[in-house]
């Protein structure tokens, strides 16, 4: 595998270009973020959402997707404290839902948000699960279809004209068809990941094209006759997961309970509604792929100078791909296959930079730590103690929506 030579993304991201340098795309679009004049982003926001207000049948003002976690109680408190709107929290449970996932969305309610949840029957959305993965080596490949027409169909219904998401996802993993995309969240139908314009792959053995709507875009003409807008807030605010995880824990969220060894990553913050498709899929992505949300996290980390190259090396060998046991039993009792057929099924989908080692174990032909030295001065505890947003939410309380962009 090739490395960006900022970051640790390898060129077997699908969609991931590298300048004439080696750098990604993503780090390019990091650097951009530090030149853009974020305060008249801001206020052009404030403008924007002005002419809401008030305007709908209903107390709300905007629709806001979340997850209950640390993006989505930033961007819902942010909407209602910093811009004075009244948002309705509309949220899609793709499969298996948390406890932790059920108890953030509930601390969202008590802060006086109004919620509503869509959750397809267990049965639908197990077969399209196990179709997911029997197909795309991807166990949440058919509820990522939803994440972003639920909102808008919402909005549709109640007669809502403003749709807030977060950041724009092709922008930040630096995806080949991101140029020019702007605020415009209605634009999102036309990327290459999400294009729910042809469902017929997840059609047939009795799933019909009505049981599909929720994981359907809404028509050109469905978005004419409703006249509304949908926002990334990520072009208009800097957007920092890192800083969310950070607000989102000192506005009463809860983190997974787990050892970093168990969930391949070295944050409690992340995919706390699915375990599936956080943990488990990581796991597949790194099979496929060869990086999985390790590599993902630390790069975010190395851009914004978190950690050096060479200490999330370390972490990346370490963490990357991990998944404990229980939650690909989980994962086969839920879609109802046997652990021999999930692991034979995620081995066909294994990717070339792979190896059969000596004691016929999967190793990863020449990775980042074969080509390049990592930190051997310092413990893979003292890194992630570091930058455990857990521990700096409860050493710093009290910080205000806005404080912690420059400190994190
Ligand atoms: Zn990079």
Known sequence: MIYCSKCLMPDTRPGLIFNEAGVCKACLWHEKKGQIDWKTR?????????????????????????????????????????????????QFVGSDGTKTGRQNIENLIK???????????????????????????????????????????????????????????????????????GWDAINIKNNNTLDGSNLDVWKGEGIGERDLIQYSFPSEDEFKLWGGQGV????????????NGIYAYQAGMEGIDADYHDIGIPYRHN?????????????LKHIK???????????????????????AIKVVKELDGRCHQRYVEDFCNWIDITEKDFWETANSFRGN??????????????????????????SLDEIIERIDTKRIAEETEGLSIYEPYGKF
């Open 111 to 181: 802060k006086g948000f109004s919620h509503i949840s869509i959750q397809p029957n267990a049965n639908l959305a197990r077969q399209l699960a196990r179709k997911s993965f029997r197909k795309f080596g991807n166990i949440v490949k058919y509820s990522d279809y939803a994440l972003f027409p639920i909102p808008f169909r919402v909005a549709m219904a109640y007669d809502i004209q403003l749709v807030f998401f977060g950041e724009n996802p092709a922008l930040e993993a630096g995806d080949r068809n991101s140029v020019g995309l």
């Open 232 to 243: 990334f807030m990520g072009y208009f605010l800097n957007w920092s997961v890192y800083r």
């Open 42 to 90: 801001e206020q052009d926001l404030r403008d924007l959402v002005e002419s809401a207000k008030g305007s709908s049948r209903s107390s709300w003002d905007c629709v806001v997707g979340v997850s209950g976690g640390k993006d989505s109680t930033w961007q819902a408190m942010y909407l209602k404290e910093e811009l004075g709107l009244n948002p309705l929290l509309v």
């Open 289 to 311: 792929l060869g990086f999985g949300n390790a590599t993902e996290f630390l790069c975010y980390d190395i851009r914004d100078g978190r950690v050096t190259r060479q200490e």
């Open 353 to 378: 930079m792979w190896e059969k080692s000596g004691s016929n174990k999967w190793r990863l032909k020449n990775p980042i730590w074969e080509q390049e030295p990592y930190a051997d001065d310092i």
């Open 271 to 283: 995919c706390l509604d699915s375990n599936n498709g956080g943990i488990v899929n990581s796991m």
